[in-house]
Structure formats: structure tokens, C-alpha cells
């Protein structure tokens, strides 16, 4: 399945453009389309009714699942490690008496450190929320976080509600599995819904062909000093020098195959070579838009005259 949607309200667009992916609404859940479900490097699993609280049994995606690094790398699964939860009838992990902490399991490629990998966590609870500071991934925080949707649960003028949240993570290199953890702020938080997408790219990919190249150059160059998230290929938040340098860190490294390696390695050039390249592409793009603010001024003179042709011809 193909998804194409682009943004779904304004304050989600501002969002994303901010955190370099672009996202579209499904549900009240979101869908990536900085790539698409299915791509190589990618993955995605969603549960909606667990099987256990403990992970005693297995909790396998319900909803959707797509990971072709499991089962090798081990099998996605969200359970609570704090020993004091319990399965609701709907099939939520809740606890009235200790505030829970949750594991989700993600499998990954594997691919090792010449790739980036961007995850998405996006949760769904009742009642108590999150401790939103303490989410993690290793010793990774969040590097955006968003709040989608709030609804009250329950009587009118209450202060309980249903609340989807969204974590998204930058991570260097591809590990085989990665562990997302995060407890609720208080006892009483139902799990009700989990959702984890991931992505793994090869670091310097500016526009994502699968190799690291002038191409690359090009896409920071058209994007220089902007918030990206075109060239912004360490996710920094600003399309500067220190994407040339990614770029030459990993030039001519491409992605093998479907996306399962890396070959086709070649020597790195003098750091001189790619500022030299970054320089001419750069040049391209500044003559580009000189030309075109030219043109314009030079269409407005034209109108001018021709305007002041029409007044002299009408007198």
C-alpha cells in the first residue's frame, strides 16, 4: 500500500516542516511521507488490543505490521516492566496502583553506522498521561514531540482524557533492534494504542537516491541557510556547512541493492575537493535566482513603458 497525503492542518504542518518529515493524518494517528510504508529501510507496526499486560504472551502488531527485519532481529512487542499492571477487558495495559513503565520492541536492519535512522513513536493513553520528559531511546531524547489530539473521556467537565502524542527520534547509524521507553506520570494511565514507523538512510543522502554524490551537494546548495528539511542531512535544523561535511565524511558511499547494504565504496576526496564542488553548485543556484529576480525587474520595466505608451497614445 502506497500512501501520498501530504499535511493535515496547519499547526501539524508547521510541525513538521520544523522536525524535517513531513507527515499526513490517518485517524488520529499520523503517516510518514518524508517516505512511504513498504520502502526499503523502512518499518512499521501498530498495536491497538494487547495480549498481556507483562508481555507474558507475546504482543504482536494488530493493525499493521511491516518489518523485514523480524523475526531475524527479534519480534516487535510493547509490554510493562513494572509488575503491577494488568489487562483491561478492551485490551489496554493499565494500572490503578503503580505508575507503568512501558518497553516497546522495534527490530531493525542493522545496517551499522554509515546510515541515520529517524523513529517514530506515537502513543495513545487514558486517564493519567506520560511523563513526556523522560521518553527515551537508549540515552536519546526526543528531538521533537507533539501533542495531536485531546479528548475528554467520561462526564462532562471532567479531567480525563484521551490523549495521542508523538515522539520523533534522529539516530546515528542503524542498529539490529531499538528499545523506546517511557512511564506514565502517574498510576491510572491506559495504554490504549502504540504506534512505532522507522526509517533508516544512509548518512549524507540529502535527496535520498540511494548514494552519496554531487547530487547531494546540489539539494544543500538549492537549500543553503534555510530550516530545511531539504540538505539538512544531520538534522540540525539549518542547511549550513556542517551538511557539506556530512556529505564528504561519506562521499561516493551508496546503498546497496534494495536498501540491504552498503556497496560500491570508493575513496574520499580532499576535503577541498567538496567545498570546490559545493562552491560551484552554489554558484549555479545564486546565478539562477539572480536571473530570475532579473527577469522580473526587466518584465516590470517593459509593462511600465508599455503603460506609459497607452497614456501618450490616448492623449
Known amino acids: 500500500m502506497r500512501y501520498t497525503t501530504r499535511f493535515f492542518s496547519r499547526t501539524a504542518s508547521l510541525f513538521v516542516l520544523a522536525a524535517g518529515c513531513a507527515l499526513s493524518a490517518r485517524g488520529d494517528f ?16 501498530e498495536w491497538n488490543v494487547f495480549a498481556s499486560a507483562d508481555g507474558s504472551t507475546p504482543n504482536a502488531p494488530d493493525v499493521g505490521l511491516f518489518n523485514p527485519a523480524s523475526p531475524a532481529n527479534g519480534n516487535p512487542d510493547v509490554f510493562d516492566t513494572s509488575g503491577g499492571s494488568f489487562l483491561t477487558g478492551g485490551g489496554n495495559i493499565y494500572s490503578f496502583s503503580v505508575a507503568t513503565d512501558i518497553d516497546a520492541v522495534i527490530p531493525n536492519y542493522g545496517y551499522g553506522s554509515w546510515y541515520h535512522t529517524t523513529l517514530i513513536l506515537q502513543t495513545r493513553t487514558i486517564g493519567s498521561e506520560i511523563d513526556y520528559a523522560g521518553v527515551h531511546i537508549g540515552t536519546a531524547a526526543p528531538a521533537a514531540q507533539q501533542e495531536l489530539g485531546r479528548v475528554p473521556v ?3 467537565g471532567g479531567d480525563t482524557f484521551q490523549v495521542d502524542h ?11 533492534s531499538y528499545l523506546a521507553e517511557f512511564m506514565a506520570s502517574a498510576p491510572s494511565m491506559s495504554l490504549d494504542r502504540v504506534a512505532v514507523d522507522t526509517f533508516a538512510s544512509l548518512t549524507g543522502d540529502a535527496n535520498r537516491d540511494h548514494s552519496v554524490d554531487v ?4 539539494t544543500i546548495a538549492a537549500g543553503w541557510l534555510t ?3 531539504a540538505g539538512d542531512v544531520n538534522f540540525s535544523g539549518l542547511v549550513d556547512i556542517s551538511d557539506v561535511q556530512t556529505v564528504a565524511a561519506n562521499w561516493l558511499h551508496t546503498q546497496g541493492g534494495a536498501g540491504l547494504g552498503i556497496g560500491g565504496f570508493a575513496a574520499v576526496p580532499e576535503p577541498a575537493s567538496i567545498v570546490l564542488a559545493f562552491m560551484g553548485c552554489a554558484a549555479v543556484v545564486a546565478v539562477g535566482i539572480v536571473r530570475g529576480r532579473s527577469r522580473k525587474r526587466c518584465e516590470g520595466r517593459h509593462t511600465v513603458l508599455e503603460l506609459r505608451r497607452r497614456r501618450e497614445g490616448a492623449v
Open 30 to 45: 499520523l503517516l510518514p511521507t518524508a517516505w512511504q510504508r513498504t520502502d526499503p529501510g523502512s518499518t512499521y507496526q
Open 154 to 156: 467520561g462526564s462532562p
Open 166 to 176: 508523538l515522539f520523533r527520534f534522529e539516530l546515528a547509524g542503524n542498529a539490529a
Open 215 to 218: 547530487s547531494d551537494i546540489q
Open 227 to 229: 530550516a530545511g528539511p
